[in-house]
C-alpha cells in the first residue's frame, strides 16, 4: 500500500473530509496518535489531493509515559512514511508525580507541545469524534457545569500560532473503526485507554455501552445536547460582551457598580469572571462572586471592601469596582537618596524615574539632591501658580487617587525637607522650576 487508494477517498469518512476542506484555505497538521481514530484521519486525508493541495504533515507527541512509547512512535514513522507524509515526532515531559492528575498532565503537555509546532496560521487536525463529544458531555454533566462546559469541545480555536480543528465532530466511532478495518490500518492501542480507574476510560467502557444497550442513541443524543448548549452558550457570550462593554469604566480593569447592579444575579455572575478573565487575572471563585454580590455591592460609598484571592483583589471604591494584583504599600520607614538620574527602584515593584522632555532643548544644571519616602500623613505641597501651600491629602482627593495607590505614593522631598512630588501626579512648583531646568518630567510607575 503506498499512498491511499482512491477509493479511501469515496467512503463516508474520505467524502466528511472532503466537504468540510471545502471552506479551510490553510495548511494541515495532524495530530497522530496512532491511535485508530488519528490514523484513520490520517489516511483519509492523504487521500485527498485537496489535503495535499493545502499542504499535509503529522505530528507524534511521545509523552514517554508508556514503556514502549518509543515504538508507538516508530510505528507511526512508518505509517506516515509509506503515506508520504512528512511526520515529526516532539517528546515531551509529564510531570510523573501528577498522580490522578496524570491524565490530565498528559494532555496540558501534548498541547502546549502541538501549539509550538504549529506554522503560521496551520490547522491542527484531530480526530475528536461524536463519541468523544459525547463523553466530554456527560463528564462536565458529572461535574455540574453550565451551558459553558456542556457545549463540549469546539470544531475550531485558536492554538498557537495556528487552530485547532476538528472536523470528525458529526461522524461515529464507529464509522471511523469501519474505515480503519477496510483499509486493513495498523494501530497502536494506548492501553491507558482501556484503563478503568480514569474517569474517561469508565464512561466510554462501561457506562456509555450500558446506556447504549436501553438508548441506542444515546452518543448522538448527548453530542446535539452538547450542540444546543453550544448554541445557547453562544448566544449568552454575545449578550455578555455587550453588557460588560457598557458596564466598563474608561481604565478597564474598573466595573460601574450601577451598571452591573442593573443586570439579574446569574448574568452579574457572568459578567463578574468574563471582567476577570480579560484582565488576564486568575479565575474568579465562586465564594468571590458571592463577597461581591452580598459585600461590595451594597457597601456605602465611603466603605473600601475588598475580595482577595491568589495574589489579587477586587475593590469596592465609590461607583466602581476595581480589580487588580494586590500591592503592599510603601514601607513606612522608607527613605532614599536619589539624584534624579536613571531610574529608582521602589520596594514591592514598580520606580520612579525622569525623562528628557520631547522637544525641548536638553537641560544642563547639577545633579538634583532628593530624598524619597512613604507618606506619613499631614504633608503639605505648594503647586504651581499658588501662593499657598495645600495639604497633600486634599490634592490627592481631588484628583481621585484610590486609597490603594495613595499607600504606593513616592514622595520626593529636597534635602531640607520640603514636599516636591508625589509619584509623577502631584509636582510642587519648586520642582516644576528644578525639572523645566533640566529639560525633564518625572515618570512613576506603580
Ligand atoms: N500523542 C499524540 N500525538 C499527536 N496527536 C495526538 C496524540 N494523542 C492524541 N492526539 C490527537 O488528539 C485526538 C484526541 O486524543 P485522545 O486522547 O482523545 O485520542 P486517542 O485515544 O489517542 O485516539 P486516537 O489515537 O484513536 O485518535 C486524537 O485523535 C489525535 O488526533
Not at 151 to 160: F, K, S
Not at 263 to 287: H, I
Not at 296 to 322: T, Y
Amino acid at each position: 500500500m503506498p499512498v491511499p487508494p482512491a477509493d479511501a477517498a469515496s467512503c463516508p469518512l474520505g467524502t466528511h473530509l472532503a466537504r468540510a476542506l471545502d471552506d479551510v484555505d490553510a495548511g494541515l497538521c495532524v495530530g497522530y496518535s496512532g491511535g485508530p481514530d488519528s490514523t484513520a484521519l490520517l489516511h483519509a486525508l492523504a487521500a485527498l489531493p485537496r489535503a495535499r493541495a493545502l499542504g499535509l504533515r503529522a505530528l507524534h507527541v511521545d509523552h514517554g509515559l508508556a514503556p514502549d512509547s518509543r515504538q508507538w512512535a516508530q510505528a507511526c514513522r512508518t505509517l506516515a512514511r509509506r503515506l508520504e507524509v512528512p511526520l515529526e515526532v516532539v517528546r515531551v515531559d509529564v510531570a510523573r508525580d501528577a498522580g490522578d492528575g496524570l491524565e490530565a498532565a498528559a494532555r496540558d503537555a501534548r498541547y502546549r507541545a502541538l501549539g509550538a509546532a504549529l506554522h503560521e496560521g496551520e490547522r491542527l487536525v484531530v480526530a475528536h469524534h461524536r463519541d468523544d463529544q459525547a463523553e466530554t458531555f456527560l463528564l462536565r454533566a458529572l461535574r455540574a457545569s453550565g451551558p459553558d462546559g456542556l457545549r463540549g469541545m469546539r470544531t475550531l480555536r485558536p492554538l498557537g500560532r495556528g487552530l485547532l480543528w476538528r472536523p470528525l465532530l458529526d461522524l461515529s466511532r464507529a464509522t471511523l473503526a469501519d474505515y480503519v478495518r477496510a483499509h486493513a490500518l495498523p494501530v497502536v492501542e494506548d492501553p491507558a485507554n482501556a484503563d478503568l480507574r480514569h474517569d474517561r476510560s469508565r464512561l466510554r467502557g462501561e457506562v456509555m455501552p450500558s446506556l447504549a444497550a436501553r438508548w441506542p442513541h444515546v452518543a448522538a443524543a448527548f453530542a446535539r445536547s452538547a450542540a444546543l448548549c453550544a448554541e445557547a452558550a453562544d448566544l449568552l457570550e454575545r449578550e455578555d460582551a455587550a453588557a460588560l462593554a457598557r458596564a466598563q469604566g474608561l481604565d478597564p480593569a474598573t466595573l460601574h457598580v450601577h451598571a452591573l447592579a442593573a443586570q439579574p444575579a446569574p448574568r452579574r455572575a457572568r459578567l463578574l469572571r468574563r471582567w476577570v478573565a480579560g484582565l488576564g487575572l486568575p479565575p474568579l471563585p465562586a465564594v468571590g462572586i458571592d463577597a461581591i454580590e452580598r459585600e461590595l455591592l451594597p457597601a456605602p460609598a465611603d466603605a473600601l471592601p475588598a475580595f482577595a484571592w491568589r495574589d489579587v483583589r477586587i475593590l469596592r471604591w465609590g461607583g466602581l469596582l476595581h480589580a487588580g494584583t494586590a500591592r503592599a504599600p510603601l514601607p513606612a520607614d522608607l527613605d532614599l537618596a536619589w539624584e534624579a538620574r536613571g531610574r529608582l527602584a521602589l520596594p514591592g515593584g514598580g520606580w520612579l524615574d525622569v525623562e528628557p522632555v520631547a522637544g525641548a532643548t536638553p537641560g544642563t544644571g547639577e545633579p538634583l539632591r532628593l530624598r524619597v519616602h512613604a507618606r506619613r500623613g499631614g504633608e503639605r505641597i505648594r503647586l504651581p501658580g499658588r501662593a499657598h501651600s495645600h495639604a497633600l491629602k486634599h490634592v490627592l482627593q481631588d484628583l481621585g487617587v484610590p486609597p490603594w495607590e495613595r499607600t504606593r505614593l513616592p514622595l520626593v522631598s529636597s534635602l531640607d525637607g520640603e514636599l516636591l512630588a508625589a509619584g509623577d501626579l502631584v509636582v510642587s512648583a519648586r520642582m516644576r522650576d528644578l525639572l523645566d531646568a533640566r529639560a525633564l518630567r518625572l515618570v512613576w510607575q506603580n
